[in-house]
């Protein structure tokens, strides 16, 4: 299947600080690619979807202010928590979808653990 | 909009079989899919049903039945290691993204 990477995968940072995360496609490439926040023993929350060379589309009640995103090739998609708070703390995984025929499937990444203290 | 509905918790012994339900609202609807997600990692894909009927992996099985909006994934032959949080996940059109349910924490039992 196809290959999804994050990078970094766990991070601690002070309150203030913003914090980079990157998902790239490793073996296909994204055109569309998606981000998720999953707290504690909940589902997970689609936070935007992220489109090659376009401006990201966010969901309801997520700041894009706050939650910047960048999609500048077809490999690699990038989500920037500017001036980070402890509320967020939480998993954030990136995930591509790939579509062809009666293929449909989504391939995440391996997630990002953010701290922030 | 669209909402998904799962039970939050489900027990089992090794061995035996399970079937975890998921029944969903939405305007329309362009498949169901089913992942699992063991703690601390991240989901994986474990099946697609566009169609109604049954879709077999090995010892998983998908169901989907959209007249009744409704789907379950079948687990059989159960491994300790398929404890793990089991989610639903159904889009509404080709053109959107996956919506999730709210996951089944599936326990195995020795």
């Known amino acids: 299947g196809a290959v999804v990477s994050q990078h970094p995968s766990w991070v601690i940072c002070k309150s203030g600080t913003s914090v980079k995360i990157e998902c790239r496609s490793l073996?296909?490439?994204?055109?569309?690619m998606f981000w998720y926040r999953q707290f504690p023993k909940q589902s997970l929350m689609l936070m935007a979807t992220?489109?090659?060379?376009?401006?990201?589309?966010?969901e309801q009640g997520v700041e894009k202010d706050k939650f910047l995103i960048n999609h500048a090739s077809l490999t690699l998609s990038t989500l920037t928590v500017t001036s980070a708070h402890p509320e967020d703390s939480s998993f954030y995984i990136c995930?591509?979808?790939?579509?062809?025929?009666?293929?449909?499937?989504?391939?995440f990444g391996p997630g990002t653990r953010l701290t922030v203290l | 909009g669209q909402s998904l509905e799962q039970p939050s918790e489900v027990t089992a012994v090794e061995g035996a079989i399970v079937q975890i339900n998921c029944t969903y609202q939405?305007?329309?609807?362009?498949?169901l899919s089913w992942y699992q997600q063991h703690d601390g990692g991240a989901p994986t894909f474990l099946s697609y049903?566009?169609?109604?009927g049954l879709e077999e992996t090995g010892r998983f099985s998908s169901f989907l039945s959209r007249s009744d909006s409704y789907g379950y994934l079948l687990l059989q032959e159960l491994q300790m290691k398929d404890s793990a949080s089991y989610f639903c996940?159904?889009?509404?059109?080709?053109?959107?993204?996956?919506?999730f349910g709210p996951g089944t924490r599936l326990s195995v039992l020795p």
């Open positions: 995930s591509a979808r790939v579509s062809s025929g009666s293929r449909n499937e989504q391939f």
């Open positions: 939405t305007s329309g609807f362009y498949g």
């Open positions: 073996d296909f490439q994204a055109t569309t």
């Open positions: 049903n566009a169609l109604d």
């Open positions: 996940a159904v889009r509404g059109n080709y053109g959107q993204n996956f919506v």
């Open positions: 992220s489109n090659e060379g376009s401006k990201a589309t966010y």
